[in-house]
């Protein structure tokens, strides 16, 4: 059975920076390209980036672009995100994803950011 | 980057079909076969229902179907039935590895 277990959520300072992990297990995570998306309770989903398998395509939403980094480590089938300047508006639930066929087949059950001041 | 277009809102009484429509451009939807459709219930994580354009997956009731044309992309949801009352999003690959989501549909079965 595939899963995407995300942590690494919780309450942050703006201008603070917080790392989300994605733990993957049930299907091998070095042939999957993977996603990280989010949403505002309550609102709609917001893609934020996306990741190939080996880690050297990558692409960014223009409103985390040159703030958030995403990463894997194909050893420990494990996927990043690595954000700073954190602001209110990045507040929400991040969700990691693996891709098939360029959709989001499987999905995580999300971890909350928020940010405050 | 700019969000594909949703209406807020679509109703149908069961047994009948409703159609969502999902409008971008040609540099999204217009410009690839790579529109996915996702389902979500409230506190609930998203469900693919459609990718490729008009691709089941395995699981998913022949009752969802997608289909495209020009910039805008459809997923239509035959034989309603109180179940499918539910969050819709459509999301489309806009090139330079970068993908977009719709605003969502609410979809309300009466």
């Known amino acids: 059975e595939v899963q995407l277990v995300e942590s690494g959520g919780g309450l942050v300072q703006t201008g603070g920076s917080l790392r989300l992990s994605c733990a993957a297990s049930?299907?091998?995570?070095?042939?999957?390209?993977l996603h990280w998306v989010r949403q505002v309770p309550g609102k709609g989903l917001v893609w934020v980036s996306r990741i190939n398998p080996d880690g050297t395509r990558i692409g960014y939403a223009d409103s985390v672009k040159g703030r958030f980094t995403i990463s894997r480590d194909n050893a420990k089938s494990t996927l990043y995100l690595q954000m700073n300047s954190l602001r209110a508006e990045d507040t929400a639930v991040y969700f990691c994803v693996r891709e098939k066929g360029a959709a989001g087949l499987h999905w995580g059950r999300g971890t909350l950011v928020t940010v405050s001041s | 980057q700019s969000a594909l277009t949703q209406p807020p809102s679509a109703s149908g009484s069961p047994g009948q079909s409703v159609t969502i429509p999902c409008t971008g451009t040609?540099?999204?939807?217009?410009?690839?076969?790579?529109v996915s459709w996702y389902q979500q219930y409230p506190g609930k994580a998203p469900k693919l229902m459609i990718s490729q354009v008009s691709e089941r997956p395995s699981g998913v009731p022949d009752r969802f179907s997608g289909s495209k044309s020009g910039n805008t992309a459809f997923l239509t949801v035959s034989g309603l039935q109180a179940e499918d009352e539910a969050d819709y999003y459509c999301?489309?690959?806009?090139?330079?590895?970068?993908?977009?989501f719709g605003g969502g549909t609410k979809l309300t079965v009466l």
């Open positions: 049930g299907f091998t995570f070095s042939n999957h390209w």
């Open positions: 999301s489309s690959y806009a090139g330079n590895e970068i993908f977009v």
């Open positions: 040609s540099s999204d939807v217009g410009g690839h076969d790579y």
